[in-house]
């Protein structure tokens, strides 16, 4: 594996680069995926990665070639990785904001043929909204088929998608802007609410999809441009409980937690979301605790309840070594216990029957000591 400065290697980069992502530093995970892509050009999770990342910052030529590019190589290399649904996805999707609807929605069903990535299904459903409204969007006629892409024509594609961008944002009747709304996130212990504040929405113009590992959220605007929302969310959550509202100034979505841990983050990384917050093994990057104070309370009353069990000494520890020899006795070790305790007025404790059975037990105090029965 090459390394770049100060040791890091290609899988460092890109474990940063997630760190990066999930905290909503695009720009920062851009740049630290690219260094991963120095060091290993055919690395295709960190490509994908990449492609997210620009789509994120509305980046979507860039995005495009990535996602175009990762599908080159893993068709190449191996066509059974899961990797690939989520390049088609990422494929699709810059497609999709590129205003390639028919484009768009030939990746997002080459990608439903290896399985349901999430968000796959409806993104289907919007592009033949958009196709039934605005066409198929510009560049049909010459479209590349992704399985025809060879590995030197990847900058030709890539020249070609900036030549149809152009074309796009000229001719508004074909591709809407998508304008830059923010949306925030806060958390209950079952919930996770997310909030994308625009004003004057038509509950009938807004789709709200909920899949256990991601979210979805498409809206018309008052301008007629029409906003997206894609989430892969960093935990599980229960789709049947969860639900949505579509108010005058926000659509507010409340997530039902699949789990009662507080999320450090609304997102993940693209992959599927773990519970509790853990990483895969293949990464190093360190995860915050899963609340929000940064102590995980359950670990903390563990480390105490480990604490007290070292602790115990003297007459306790010897009490509950007792208490386990009793509990797992004989009948006979039993009566012998009980009626040797009892009268020697505490002072022996016998497991023998054999011996404690034939006559009363004498009180035998420890050395030094006197016993002296009070009236």
Request: glycine share 8%; charged share 30%; hydrophobic share 35%.
């Amino acid at each position: 594996m090459a390394e770049g400065k100060a040791g890091e290697t290609s899988q460092s980069y890109y474990s940063k680069g997630n760190e990066a992502f999930v905290s909503d530093n695009y720009l920062g995970a851009v740049e630290l995926y690219s260094s991963a892509l120095g060091l290993d050009p055919g690395y295709t999770d960190c490509l994908v990665a990449r492609a997210h990342a620009y789509i994120k910052s509305d980046q979507f030529d860039a995005a495009k070639a990535d996602s175009t590019r990762a599908i080159q190589l893993l068709r190449a290399a191996d066509p059974a990785s899961p990797t690939l649904a989520k390049a088609f996805l990422r494929s699709g999707v810059a497609s999709f904001h590129l205003g390639r609807y028919s484009e768009a929605k030939n990746c997002f069903l080459e990608g439903r043929k290896l399985g349901e990535e999430a968000g796959l299904k409806q993104w289907v459903a919007w592009c033949d909204e958009k196709i039934a409204k605005f066409g198929p969007g510009p560049g049909v006629k010459k479209e590349v088929k992704v399985e025809e892409v060879k590995v030197e024509e990847v900058k030709e594609v890539k020249a070609e998608e900036q030549e149809t961008a152009a074309e796009t944002t000229c001719d508004p009747q074909l591709s809407m802007p998508v304008p830059k709304i923010s949306h925030d996130w806060y958390q209950t212990e079952t919930q996770v609410v997310v909030e994308v504040r625009i004003k004057k929405l038509k509950a009938d113009e807004c789709k709200i999809q909920i899949t256990e590992t991601g979210l979805s959220v498409s809206a018309l605007l008052p301008t007629g441009s029409e906003y997206s929302l894609e989430l892969d969310l960093a935990h599980p959550v229960v789709p049947d409980t969860s639900s949505y509202k579509v108010l005058s100034t926000k659509i507010e979505v409340k997530l039902r937690k699949g789990e009662g841990v507080r999320w450090a983050a609304l997102e993940g990384d693209g992959a599927p979301p773990l519970p509790g917050g853990t990483v895969p093994a293949a990464t190093s990057a360190p995860v915050k605790a899963p609340y929000a104070s940064g102590r995980d309370w359950n670990k903390l009353e563990k480390n105490l309840a480990e604490e007290a069990e070292e602790k115990k000494e003297g007459e306790a520890a010897l009490n509950e070594m007792f208490q386990k020899i009793y509990a797992d006795a004989s009948d006979e070790t039993k009566k012998a216990m009980n009626k040797s305790f009892q009268e020697s007025g505490g002072t022996v404790l016998s497991t023998n029957w054999a011996d404690i059975g034939k006559e009363k037990t004498e009180v035998k105090p420890p050395d030094g000591m006197e016993f002296k029965k009070y009236d």
